[in-house]
T-cell receptor, first 114, second 114 residues
Framework: EAGVTQFPSHSVIEKGQTVTLRCDPI?????LYWYRRVMGKEIKFLLH????????ESGMPNNRFLAERTGGTYSTLKVQPAELEDSGVYFC????????????FGPGTRLTVL | AQKVTQAQTEISVVEKEDVTLDCVYE???????LFWYKQPPSGELVFLIR??????QNEISGRYSWNFQKSTSSFNFTITASQVVDSAVYFC???????????FGGGTRLMVKP
């Protein structure tokens, strides 16, 4: 069974540009989460989808970040316009159905904003 | 508010030594879940273990063991007879029962030298 996949693995963009990250959860997982780790800090929660609905987006830093999960399958996280402080590793995770099912993580996307 | 502290930012051992990674947590929830994840050089977060707050039994899985002590709010992880392949960053995490956002510690980088 395929795990959580993320694309791209690495993205380098200039300040002010737009970047879209993609996450494909494990097949059949209703819950999808985004986290990020900026340089030197802890991994921080961004938001949580249950199927196509946003369950909790309390961790989204500002309105330059837009997450979608149309159809309840894969998800995208768009940063527009990107700022220097957005650099870091963006992780996606998925879990089955119950709110306390274990979250399985993808390899992350390393975003560098110059 | 929840908090996870991994006081050891970096540990270096020689192969075959035993090593313990510390994790201390804070939460006001009466029910919660604790996790350990491993991040090898390839970058993905690999799930290792999950415990709920009602189950204080220690767990052993091969060379890995976990010591959960509610009285001291600790969930320590011991690797017995460490191997070079154990070199990675290890994260301890906490999630509440009602929600499922993970709160991570800062991670401990373990280097096992041959």
């Amino acid at each position: 069974e395929a795990g959580v996949t993320q694309f791209p693995s690495h993205s380098v963009i200039e300040k002010g540009q737009t970047v879209t990250l993609r996450c494909d959860p494990i097949s059949g997982h209703d819950n999808l989460y985004w986290y990020r780790r900026v340089m030197g800090k802890e991994i921080k929660f961004l938001l949580h989808f249950v199927k196509e609905s946003k369950q909790d987006e309390s961790g989204m830093p500002n309105n330059r970040f837009l997450a979608e999960r149309t159809g309840g399958t894969y998800s995208t996280l768009k940063v527009q316009p990107a700022e220097l402080e957005d650099s870091g590793v963006y992780f996606c995770a998925s879990s089955l159905r119950q709110s306390t099912d274990t979250q399985y993580f993808g390899p992350g996307t390393r975003l560098t904003v110059l | 508010a929840q908090k996870v502290t991994q006081a050891q930012t970096e540990i270096s051992v020689v192969e075959k030594e035993d090593v313990t990674l510390d994790c201390v947590y804070e939460t006001r929830d009466t029910t919660y879940y604790l996790f350990w994840y491993k991040q090898p050089p390839s970058g993905e977060l690999v799930f290792l273990i999950r415990r709920n707050s009602f189950d204080e039994q220690n767990e052993i899985s091969g060379r890995y063991s976990w010591n959960f002590q509610k009285s001291t709010s600790s969930f320590n992880f011991t690797i017995t007879a460490s191997q070079v392949v154990d070199s990675a960053v290890y994260f301890c995490a906490l999630s509440p029962n009602a929600g499922n956002m993970l709160t991570f510690g800062g991670g401990t980088r373990l280097m096992v030298k041959p």
